[in-house]
């Protein structure tokens, strides 16, 4: 069935250091693919997605890029700051019915 | 973007007690969905809120201890039925569309804490 692996946390940075959280798939079909963040006490926000392959998608500075020949969707962000400590979650949707797969979630911790 | 509330935002209860958790939101939404986030994890899927017809409920929950009700387009309740322990969890209310490619939106969660 399909699935998502994404690296585990916890994931520290200093402030302004650069981030990556790797995220692969498994899936039947087209998926959608998407970045989720939760933070502390809250529920999740998408944070980006990509629809289709090569897309990239972007926001709050972070990035990923859809890449089906292998299968990734990594996050990015070049200069991570304190306010970004959450977790994130990779998810990817659309091959069938309306349901979602999440990831494990990653958690980052951003010290100033 | 749909904006959705869940009432109540925290519980604790009793063991062999129940609660019920609602969900509305601020527009009408084809797909609601409720899942389970216990302390540290991923999200699971309880089940797809129909309405006008019963829950759609993932292997491993059951009706009898997760009931829900749709009764229109903006609003759910999840009632989680003798209570348990290992009940205690974060309860997520989500929303989408099919014209959004499944992307949701969530709920702020209820947290529950079962003693």
């Known amino acids: 069935g399909d699935s998502v692996t994404q690296m585990e946390g916890p994931v520290t940075l200093s402030e302004e250091a650069f981030l990556t959280i790797n995220c692969t798939y498994t899936a039947t079909g087209y998926p959608s693919l998407f970045w989720y963040v939760q933070y502390p006490g809250e529920g999740l926000q998408l944070l980006l997605k990509?629809?289709?392959?090569?897309d990239k998608g972007s926001n709050k500075g972070f990035e990923a890029t859809y890449r089906k020949e292998t299968t990734s969707f990594h996050l990015e962000k070049g200069s991570v700051q304190v306010s970004d400590s959450a977790v994130y979650f990779c998810?990817?949707?659309?091959?069938?019915?309306?349901?979602?797969?999440f990831g494990a979630g990653t958690r980052l911790f951003v010290k100033a | 973007s749909a904006v959705i509330s869940q009432k109540p935002s925290r519980d604790i209860c009793q063991r062999g007690t129940s609660l019920t958790i609602q969900c509305q939101v601020d527009s009408q939404v084809t797909m609601m969905f409720w899942y389970r986030q216990q302390p540290g994890q991923s999200l699971t899927l309880i089940a797809t809120a129909n309405q006008g017809s019963e829950a759609t409920y993932e292997s491993g929950f059951v009706i009898d201890k997760f009931p829900i009700s749709r009764p229109n387009l903006t609003f759910s309740t999840l009632t989680v039925s003798n209570m348990s322990p290992e009940d205690s969890s974060i309860y997520l209310c989500?929303?989408?569309?099919?014209?959004?490619?499944?992307?949701?939106?969530f709920g702020p969660g209820t947290r529950l804490t079962v003693l």
């Open positions: 989500s929303v989408g569309d099919k014209s959004t490619y499944n992307e949701q939106f």
């Open positions: 990509a629809t289709k392959a090569d």
């Open positions: 998810a990817l949707g659309g091959t069938g019915g309306f349901k979602t797969i």
